[in-house]
C-alpha cells in the first residue's frame, strides 16, 4: 500500500481478528510495517548474487564453503557446472573428493585437506578434477581457513578456478619454444661444422702457405718483410684459434661426447681463465648421463650464466653447482661479483646482454624453473630447474 507522507514506499499489514466472550468475532485490528528497506536490500541481494554468478561463469571460477563439523560442501552454481553437478547440489566434502578428484592428485588433495583442519593459512595448489561427464579439467584451488572463538578451524572458504585452456595454452607455448630451441641447436650444429670443415680449413691452409713462404725467404729476404710474415702469421693463428672457440660454443663436443659434467668443467676453466677469477668450481650429484634435451639446455644456461660472470659481474670466486633428485636436477651458478637490480636488468635485458629471457625461455620450454636471486652488491645466483620427464609437464614445487 501506499504511505501517508511517501507513494513510494512498501507497508506489510497483518489482519488480527477479535472475538467476543462468546467467541463472535466483532472486531479487528491491524498491525502494520514499513517493509521498503527490507525489500530494497532484498533486490540489492538478488542482484548482487546474479553479478558473483554471471562474474563466476566469465572467470570459470566457483566458490564453496566446507564446514568441517559437518563435513558439508556448499557450492556456487558455477563450481557445480565446472564439477559437472546439478546447481544447488549438496554434497559432503569427503565423497565429492573420492568421486571427482582424479586418481593421480587423489593422495596430495587429500593431505591438503587433512592439514587444513589444524591449519587456517591461506593456501593454493592445481589438482585435475574427473567432471560426472568422464572429461578431465585442470582447476586452481585457493582459499584459507574460518576460526573460532576457542581457536580452532570450524570452516574453510574458497574458490576453484577452471585453468584447463590456460594450461594447455602453456603447454602448446612450451611445445613450440621447444622445437625452436631444437631448431636452433640443429643450426649452431650445421654453422659449427660449415665453420669447421670449411673456413678453419682455409684459414689454416693459408697460415701453412704463409709459413712455408717465410722460410722460402730465408735469409734472403728483408727483416722487415720476415717479421711481418711473421705478425700476420701468429694473427692469422689467433683468429683460428678464435674461430675454433666459436665453433666450440656452437657446438660443444665436449657436452656430446662426455656429457654435461665434463662440459660444464670445460666452461668453467675458460671463465676462470677470461674472468681471472680466484676460483671457478664445478660439484656435481650426476650419475650418469642425462636425456640429450636436458643436457644441452642445462648447458647453455650455464654457459650464459658464466659468460655474465665473465663480462659484468667483477667477481673473484664462481660455483657451478648440480643437484638431482628423483624428480629433476637443478643446475646453480653463484658469484660473488656486484649485483644487479633483476627488475632493472629485466626491462633492458636485450641491452645489457645478460640473456635472462632467453634463459627462463629455454628453461620454460621444457617444463622447468627459472630463479635469478641477487641485489647489488650482493653477488648472483642463476637457477635452473628440470624435470626428469616428458617436457610437457610442468615443474612443480
Known amino acids: 500500500m501506499n504511505g501517508y507522507e511517501e507513494t513510494r514506499r512498501l507497508w506489510s499489514i497483518t489482519f488480527v481478528p477479535l472475538a467476543d466472550a462468546a467467541g463472535v468475532v466483532s472486531g479487528g485490528m491491524a498491525l502494520c510495517r514499513d517493509i521498503t528497506e527490507q525489500r530494497r536490500a532484498e533486490e540489492l541481494l538478488r542482484a548482487s548474487q546474479h553479478q558473483l554468478a554471471v562474474a563466476q561463469r566469465i572467470a570459470e571460477v566457483g566458490s564453496w564453503d566446507w564446514d568441517l563439523a559437518t563435513d558439508e560442501l556448499a557450492m556456487s552454481d558455477e563450481l557445480c557446472r565446472i564439477f559437472g553437478l546439478a546447481p544447488g547440489s549438496k554434497v559432503a566434502m569427503g565423497p565429492v573428493v573420492e568421486l571427482l578428484i582424479h586418481p593421480a592428485d ?50 574453510f572458504i574458497g574458490t576453484e578456478q577452471d585453468i584447463t585452456e590456460r594450461r594447455r595454452a602453456d603447454a602448446e607455448r612450451r611445445r613450440l619454444l621447444h622445437r625452436v630451441y631444437e631448431a636452433q641447436e640443429g643450426q649452431d650444429r650445421r654453422l659449427a661444422a660449415d665453420l669447421h670443415d670449411g673456413h678453419v680449413q682455409s684459414l689454416a691452409a693459408i697460415g701453412f702457405k704463409l709459413e712455408q713462404a717465410r722460410l722460402r725467404l730465408g735469409a734472403s729476404g728483408s727483416p722487415e718483410v720476415d717479421e711481418l710474415l711473421w705478425q700476420v702469421t701468429k694473427d692469422l693463428s689467433a683468429e683460428v684459434t678464435s674461430l675454433r672457440r666459436t665453433i666450440g660454443r656452437l657446438r660443444p663436443l665436449v657436452l656430446v661426447e662426455d656429457g654435461l659434467e665434463a662440459a660444464l668443467r670445460e666452461e668453467a676453466k675458460s671463465a676462470c681463465n677470461r674472468a681471472a677469477l680466484v676460483s671457478c668450481e664445478v660439484t656435481s650429484e650426476l650419475d650418469g648421463r642425462l636425456d640429450p634435451v636436458v643436457e644441452t639446455a642445462l648447458f647453455r644456461v650455464a654457459q650464459q ?32 661479483g656486484r649485483g644487479f637490480d633483476p627488475d ?54
Open 106 to 155: 587423489l593422495e596430495r588433495v587429500k593431505g591438503e585437506l587433512a592439514r587444513m583442519r589444524s591449519d587456517p593459512a591461506p593456501f593454493r595448489f592445481e589438482h585435475r578434477i574427473v567432471r560426472t561427464d568422464g572429461t578431465v579439467r585442470t582447476v586452481m584451488a585457493r582459499g584459507e581457513g574460518v576460526v573460532g572463538e576457542d581457536g580452532q578451524v570450524e570452516r
Open 305 to 336: 650464466a658464466l659468460a655474465n660472470v665473465v663480462d659484468h659481474a667483477g667477481a673473484t670466486h664462481a660455483l657451478v653447482a648440480i643437484e638431482c633428485s628423483a624428480r629433476g636436477v637443478t643446475l646453480r651458478v653463484s658469484d660473488d
Open 344 to 397: 632493472h636488468v629485466q626491462v633492458l635485458a636485450d641491452i645489457a646482454h645478460f640473456g635472462l629471457i632467453a634463459m627462463r625461455e629455454r628453461v620454460e620450454a621444457l617444463g622447468g624453473r627459472f630463479l635469478v636471486i641477487t641485489a647489488p652488491g650482493e653477488g648472483t645466483v642463476v637457477e635452473a630447474k628440470l624435470p626428469l620427464t616428458d617436457p610437457i609437464v610442468r615443474w612443480e614445487p
